[in-house]
């Protein structure tokens, strides 16, 4: 029996606090099939994932951001609370430490291209949340 085709369409969450990176980010996960939610800042995220952690499969945040987490702590708080989210971290100036990422989060610089996030995305997500475009 195929359950793919009766599958939602997953949801990104993207966060940045400048909004033309953020709407590029969600120009790009949406080419990769998914459906996107965007906040300014890990708090926002933070209460959209309380809403709409059942359907969110993707975590695309930045790092520096104003409000009390930054994209590390929200990538941190992420795994903690809803493990079936992937994460990846994106920033042109960090790169992580030893502890800032959560096991399994993706890190990419910035800037970044939809080439290099997709193929980053491949890998990151597990098959069954993977959207369409990306299967395969």
């Known amino acids: 029996m195929n359950s793919e085709s009766t599958a939602p369409t997953p949801y990104a969450l993207v966060v940045d606090d400048e909004g033309l990176i953020r709407m ?9 099939g ?3 939610l965007e906040a300014p800042t890990g708090d926002k ?3 959209l ?6 359907e969110v499969a993707l975590l695309f945040t ?4 104003p409000g009390e987490h930054d994209g590390f702590a929200l990538a941190r708080r992420t795994a903690d609370a809803y493990p079936h989210i992937s994460i990846v ?5 960090i790169e992580p430490g030893p502890d800032d990422m959560p096991e399994g989060a993706r890190f990419i610089g910035k800037p970044f291209s939809a080439e290099i ?4 995305l491949q890998e990151v997500l597990p098959d069954e ?3 369409a475009p990306l299967k395969g």
Do not use: C, N
């Open 24 to 32: 590029d980010a969600a120009d790009i996960l949406e080419q990769a």
């Open 34 to 36: 998914f459906r996107t």
């Open 45 to 47: 995220a933070l209460e």
């Open 49 to 54: 994932l309380r809403q709409h952690h059942q």
């Open 62 to 65: 930045d790092v520096q951001m």
């Open 89 to 93: 971290v994106a920033s042109g100036r």
């Open 117 to 120: 996030v997709h193929r980053h």
């Open 129 to 131: 949340h993977k959207p």
